[in-house]
């Protein structure tokens, strides 16, 4: 038999480069039963009066990490990958990164900024076919629908307005507007948010939600509705007066002021009760709004959906729906709630245990509260152009340049303008 040729020096390079690339391959084919490590890119907005630093990192995995930690369970292959966007921020960035491919498979988010990204081509609409939409309030699920139907995103949990107080110096919350005022006269400072979504809470609490809805749905309110409007403008007003009373410019500066210690009470969200507890300890007392004798506080709480990106792939968005999809089911959804105690499920048949903790009672309540709120929320969204006219408005109003009868006027005149 001939002896067969040495391979030349050539022909074992070429072997040698390719071994390792054969490995590969049958290592890929061997684990594709498996499946491959995938990556789900979550984008988090975050709100005016939060901070992106540490703190706020650690609040959201906090937040989030039970949910990534049961859905990597049933899909042990999927890592996570958390980016925070500023509210002014967030629609410009993702158009940038949708120009590079580079766009988000999933964003967290409040419903109005969802719709406004929905109605700019920002985000994909969420399909509303092989996702059961009946655990979601039918009202919730319409303000997060744009005029073709589109539905901008799925609800996953609701962030309520409350009061805070520091225990150590006010022991108990004030339960009334008058109560407040006179709180304050007792000497405890008391802070208030010029911002008009941080300042609404005080219209249910002075009867004046229905004539507000009227004036906002382009109807002229009855005389009684005005009168209404008028009695808000004219509390707002004299609270301005007292000494112990302040009108911050922004919810973020009233919030430093009672971490500092120069506030004993201000309106506060859930969202923010971890930063104020590190600051506070066992001081931070958590109660609802005051409330009036025209009825209770009409708090402003905020909707987190999860939107869908708009150019991720095949794969990414199967992964970001079936992700999406467990996240608002009721063991995730009570988990989700548990876990933070700073945030209640949006899925209306999950219960939760009131009776364990103040903190989460409050928030129940504070929800039952808002839903007064729901009709304005659906007609005026916070990026509304009135919304600005209207914090103008206000802030003439609270120091003294406006009388509450033409103030009211010229709010029922902007109100009707709808753009």
Not at 213 to 222: D, E, F, I, L, Y
Not at 344 to 351: E, S
Not at 366 to 380: F, H, I
Not at 394 to 417: D, K, S, Y
């Amino acid at each position: 038999m001939p002896h067969p040729r040495a391979p030349s020096q050539a022909t074992r390079r070429v072997a040698s480069r390719c071994v390792p690339v054969l490995a590969s391959l049958l290592l890929l084919g061997c684990g594709a039963g498996d499946g491959l490590p995938n990556e789900l890119y979550l984008g988090v907005e975050v709100n005016p009066d939060e901070r992106i630093d540490a703190g706020l990192r650690a609040d959201t995995l906090q937040r989030l990490g039970g949910l990534e930690a049961g859905y990597r369970q049933l899909h042990p292959n999927t890592r996570f990958q958390f980016s925070h966007y500023p509210e002014k921020e967030l629609e410009w960035a993702i158009r940038r990164r949708n120009l590079a491919g580079l766009g988000p498979d999933l964003l967290l988010l409040n419903g109005d900024a969802a719709v406004r990204m929905l109605n700019a081509g920002v985000i994909a609409p969420y399909p509303q076919t092989g996702v059961d939409l009946n655990p979601f309030d039918p009202q919730v699920l319409d303000r997060l629908r744009n005029p073709s139907g589109d539905l901008a995103g799925l609800p996953l949990l609701v962030e309520t307005q409350l009061a805070c107080f520091n225990r150590r110096r006010l022991p108990t919350a004030p339960a009334t507007l008058e109560q407040l005022l006179d709180t304050s006269a007792k000497g405890h400072p008391v802070g208030l948010s010029m911002e008009d979504y941080n300042l609404f809470w005080t219209v249910g609490s002075l009867g004046a939600v229905d004539a507000i809805n009227t004036a906002a749905a382009g109807r002229q309110p009855s005389w009684a509705q005005q009168q209404a409007i008028e009695r808000w403008l004219t509390w707002l007003q004299n609270a301005n007066i007292q000494q112990r009373v302040t009108f911050y410019a922004s919810q973020a500066s009233a919030e430093a002021e009672f971490q500092a210690g120069r506030l004993d009470w201000f309106p506060c969200r859930s969202a923010s009760i971890p930063r104020l507890r590190k600051a506070l300890g066992d001081g931070l007392g958590v109660a609802l709004l005051p409330g009036g004798e025209w009825g209770d506080a009409s708090p402003i709480n905020k909707l987190r959906v999860l939107a869908l990106g708009t150019n991720a792939s095949r794969s990414s968005r199967e992964r970001a729906l079936a992700f999406s999809r467990f996240s608002v089911n009721p063991l995730s959804q009570r988990s989700l709630t548990l876990g933070s105690q700073v945030v209640l499920p949006a899925n209306r048949f999950v219960r939760v245990p009131v009776s364990s903790s103040t903190v989460l009672s409050a928030m129940v309540t504070s929800a039952q509260q808002g839903s007064q709120t729901n009709t304005l929320e659906e007609l005026m969204h916070s990026n509304d152009p009135r919304m600005a006219e209207i914090q103008t408005l206000l802030t003439t109003l609270v120091f003294g340049e406006m009388q509450p009868t033409t103030t009211g006027q010229r709010l029922v005149a902007i109100l009707r303008n709808r753009p």
